[in-house]
């Protein structure tokens, strides 16, 4: 099958290049730059030049693709260069599907966010939720909307994902380690493999047809839980930890965070404070999936981080 891939040159993007690969489908990879971009190199790759944002780009990129994995979207937004949730998510979005239903594609598998809906506490899970309604209404043959947990596994080089980055960001630098709230809140690791094998397998798998997906692992772990295992990933003893009252936290990281002075946007605070998780159960029942635990030993990546 010719795939059309979007998001191809990021953390996601590239495990489900290499799982179409695998699969033997033909990836047409939509970049705004050029190969030398993607983090995987094989002849069989076809680089198309095109940008989710510009839908004049768009025009004939999809031509002989029989199917679309739509993986673009940001973390944080940065207004002043035009990085939106609105222009990321719903705008680019759309120009996707019409792209794809000017030629005639009929399979477009979708990549949300655990926890979108339109009454949410931030502007990204309300314009996921926007991105999954373009997909749902545009009368796709067969569409499969997933909304991954917190994803972990090894990065490439410039493609760091959740414990990588809390490793750079917080635990290695700092002593003992600040805590909103008192660190209970859930999060449910999925490993980027088992997402990657479920993405390229529901362009096939009937049971899959019209159905939204929560892909999420099957344990469940305090975010103090996964402070310590990140830290043990990466051979290092779990350091102590300041637990900062939710109203002092919330009211730093509405100032600081918002211009860039903490690692931490307020959308990614409130993201975090309310938990990750969600029923797996359909996620490991309709896919061919093993489940990879998040464990030390799985995080042992993060050594050479």
Known sequence: MHVLLTGATGYVGSYILRELLRQGHTPHCLVRGSAADLAVQDDAIQVVSGDVTDPAS???AFVDCDAVIHLVGIIEESPSRG????????DATRNVVEAAQEADIERFIHMSANGARPDASTGYQRTKWEAEEIVKTANFAHWTIFRP??????PD???PEFSSRLLSDLIRPFPILPVFGDGSYELQPVHATE????????????????QTYIAAGRDRFSYV????RIAQGAGLDPKPKAYVPL??????????GRVGLLPISPSQFEMLIEGNTGDETAFYSDFDLSATPYTPENLAYLETM
């Not at 997402?195 to 096939?204: G, R, S």
């Open 58 to 60: 768009l025009e004939g």
């Open 83 to 90: 990085v939106t949730f609105e222009r990321l998510h719903v």
């Open 149 to 154: 947990a917190l994803l972990f596994g090894k």
């Open 247 to 256: 109203v002092l936290a919330r009211l730093g990281v509405y100032t600081a």
């Open 225 to 228: 839980e996964v402070l310590d």
């Open 157 to 159: 080089p410039g493609r």
């Open 195 to 210: 997402v990657a094998e479920a993405f390229v397998q529901a362009l096939q798998v009937k049971a899959a047809h019209h």
